[in-house]
């Protein structure tokens, strides 16, 4: 079939087709997510019961105050930062909740300053109070890094989303804990004291402490974590050990209350997915691995009680490969798909890994096996609370919208109603089109489309548009296959989004490059449209 496709010629104008539609299927299933997206519970028409419908409820009236906020009180402050601009009602309240923990903590620290009798005794005072914020900030660093937290069942905040938060709260941290330093030290200096106080234990362990957290800041920035990412994890669980150990030989307060709780949860959650993965799961199957045109890698999987939506992530580990890697990539197939598939751009180690043993001489790689962790991320938009979609990826940032579409494609065979939907994917490497353009096409003519590629169809009544634009071009056997959806040079999203659904209720969802999703976040700042961005780097 994807030869066949591979050479067939462009449809000429819109093709309209009508697809009866399975009555026995639900229909205008929405998007929301239940309470733990890694044990793959379900709701939105999947789960019956008062409950499922009270949760169900409960996260529309959460997405209505989103929406509000995304393009009411806060769309003032889009010409300062679309980033903020954009935040939904439940990172509104996290970053709130952040705030007033440091304000009001660092208020006592303060006014213990300016109560002292002396200068020395007022450095001591604010360096417990410098010392006591980092511990708070500590324990909410271990709720804001575990997976199945709070934070997703009732803000629904997904890890993905949520680590930004972490490393916020980190940064804070390590830099109260040198303030901590810092005042303590001024104390010693001041009372003579520095000679006896820097060999007490408690004090070595102080020191061990910060300089594992001050490691930790360097070993995450961003050059690190992107290109290292083996050595950015290992040195995280190694430092984190040490920080643990010091921190309570340190100070007994880190081994009770609000520090250990956090800890003591994070551990369930790591021992919780653990069970999932190791002793109620299934190692997953591969089923083909190949390096396809564009530097990609291209693992077809199957795991029967594995289930998941439209754009989320899993994490991966190949025991052939490495047990110790686990490394998060988007599944690029749908859910009805069948097979299940990821692509993947050999950039880093475990990658490049992957990419040789792709290039071996395997005929069957059943013998091969996978665990996965997840599914894990979720829309922060419900589908079908708009009248139009724009689906927005650059590169292979189009893995997500890939799974996406494949499933919009199913929900319209159910009886879903879109006015239309438009697909754009940004390529800069033309030899990767015919492999994605096969899997885009193949979602449409499950649902009873042309087996030719076409630029406009109408299925159902909903109006598809494909456009790939080819920032530098490509040969002509990709302008021939593509016709109209062939765009060429660097085009801005901003028409794209203005063209949709004109006068419609629309939604943006993108992922890809930074400058791209930069601009698309912007423009739908700036006019008050429904955005989604898909996070491409933890």
Request: with cysteine.
């Amino acid at each position: 079939m994807a030869t066949e496709m591979a050479n067939a010629p462009a449809a000429n104008g819109p093709v309209e087709l009508q697809v009866n539609v399975n009555k026995s299927e639900p229909t205008g299933c929405c998007k929301f997510v239940s309470l733990s997206e890694s044990s793959q519970v379900k709701t939105c028409g999947k789960v019956s019961g008062t409950c499922a419908n009270i949760w169900q409820g409960y996260e529309q009236f959460r997405w209505s105050l989103s929406l509000f906020c995304m393009k009411q009180p806060l769309s003032f402050v889009t010409k300062f930062s679309s980033r903020i601009g954009r935040m939904s009602i439940s990172q509104i309240l996290c970053l709130i909740a952040i705030i007033v923990i440091q304000f009001v903590m660092l208020g006592e620290g303060f006014q213990s300053l300016q109560d002292a009798d002396e200068a020395s005794l007022g450095w001591y005072e604010f360096g417990l109070s410098a010392g006591e914020l980092a511990s708070a900030d500590f324990a909410l660093i271990w709720v804001l890094a575990q997976r199945n937290t709070i934070m997703n069942i009732v803000f629904g905040i997904p890890m993905e989303r949520s680590i930004q938060y972490h490393r916020l709260v980190a940064y804070l941290a390590i830099f109260w804990s040198w303030i901590h330093f810092i005042s303590i030290l001024q104390y010693w200096v001041d009372t003579d004291d520095f000679e006896a106080q820097i060999e007490d234990e408690h004090n070595i362990a102080g020191l061990v402490m910060l300089g594992a957290v001050t490691l930790i800041f360097l070993f995450t920035l961003d050059y690190v974590r992107r290109n290292h990412w083996e050595f950015f994890l290992k040195t995280h669980w190694i430092l984190f050990c040490i920080f643990l150990w010091s921190a309570i030989k340190h100070d007994d307060h880190f081994s009770t209350g609000l520090f250990m709780a956090a800890l003591v949860f994070w551990f369930l959650d790591l021992a919780w997915r653990a069970a999932l993965i190791f002793l109620w799961g299934k190692p997953g199957v591969i089923k083909n691995i190949e390096v396809i045109p564009g530097g990609v890698v291209k693992v077809t999987w199957d795991r029967s009680d594995f289930t998941y939506e439209g754009g989320q992530y899993a994490f991966i580990c190949i025991p052939a490969i490495d047990l110790t890697q686990w490394h998060p990539f988007s599944i690029s197939s749908g859910p009805d798909d069948g097979l299940n598939t990821f692509h993947i751009r050999a950039l880093g180690d475990f990658t490049e890994k992957l990419a040789t043993l792709a290039k071996q001489n395997v005929s069957d790689w059943t013998h091969l096996h996978c665990y996965m962790e997840g599914p894990y991320g979720r829309l922060e938009l419900p589908y079908d609370r708009f009248d139009s979609l724009v689906l927005i990826s650059g590169g292979i940032g189009i893995t997500p919208m890939q799974s996406i579409w494949s499933e919009l494609m199913t929900l319209i065979s159910k009886g879903q109603k879109w006015n239309e939907i438009h697909f754009i994917w940004y390529i800069r490497r033309p030899e990767m089109a015919n492999e994605f353009a096969n899997i885009h096409w193949d979602a449409v003519k499950r649902i009873g489309g042309p087996d030719q590629f076409a630029h406009i169809l109408k299925i159902n009544g909903v109006t598809l548009k494909t456009t790939y634009v080819f920032t530098k071009g490509a040969p002509n056997d990709i302008k021939e296959r593509f016709g109209d959806a062939y765009v060429e040079g660097r085009q801005s999203v901003k028409g794209y989004i203005d063209s949709t659904g004109a006068g419609t209720n629309k939604a943006v969802l993108g992922c890809g490059p930074g400058p791209m999703i930069s601009e698309m976040k912007d423009h739908c700042a700036t006019n008050g449209i429904a955005c989604h961005t898909e996070v491409f780097q933890f």
